[in-house]
């Protein structure tokens, strides 16, 4: 039988691994969704662009008041201290578990797909390396004190303990470290979703509405067949020991 490659309605090469998988990725939206919601609108941002600046790490939010005072145009904010990641990752959090919910609806009714597994997982992906990004993002405002890496990810916690934000420290290692969970696991399920898109003899073969593949032609001759009498009529033990016991019965024949 001729193979066709299906695009849409396309079997998963494997299920538990996507059934099972829903559960991090349960636990992991719900971290991101509580961290990230703590920290709207700015409960540590500022307060770590400031002390990396005493520390020397990074650059200072003085920049902007310099700006302000001498009429001079502002300067772009790094994306690690800036609103913009805030409200990115309070809404990554968000889409994350509308994305979880509605997957869990599609799975339960038998159409999630692999290829809207490897749309979803795809975006996802992008979104949280951006996430990542930002979290650990450069710093390169000040050329007298550049950062590649947020001190507060490079650094010991026990450096902004005398400034009473190690729980804060810990706080925002703990959010990065989920963030890199939930990519990795995002990454994990576009794997899935681009094995089962792959090209693949078991899978580009027409299927019935059980699922299972059509027997082939040469599958339906070997089954056996049912011997047929002079008359046409299905001939089997039974029907001989009929014909038998009829003419072992003499007084059938005589008034027959």
Known sequence: MARTYKIIHRRWRVRRPLYWGMVPELLGTIAVLVLFGVQQPDMFRTVFWRVGAELGYNSSPVILLYAY???RPLP??????????????????????FVLLGKLIMVIMKVYFPILGLVLSM???ALYAVSVYGQMGPDYLDPEHPSSIAWYIRESCSVADRFRLGKHCVMAKAT???????????????GLAAWAMWPNPELDYPEDDDDDHVHSKEEV???PTTPRGPTGVP????????HTLDRKLPLRQQYA
Do not use: G, K
């Open 69 to 71: 005072a001498n009429h």
């Open 76 to 97: 772009t904010i790094p994306f690690v201290w800036s609103q913009t990641l805030t409200n990115f990752n309070v809404a990554i959090s968000i889409v994350s578990l």
């Open 123 to 125: 975006c996802l992906s």
């Open 176 to 190: 990065f470290a989920v963030t890199i969970f939930m990519l990795a696991l995002y990454l994990f399920n576009l």
């Open 221 to 223: 001759e070997m089954q």
């Open 235 to 242: 001939f089997t033990p039974r029907t001989q020991a009929f």
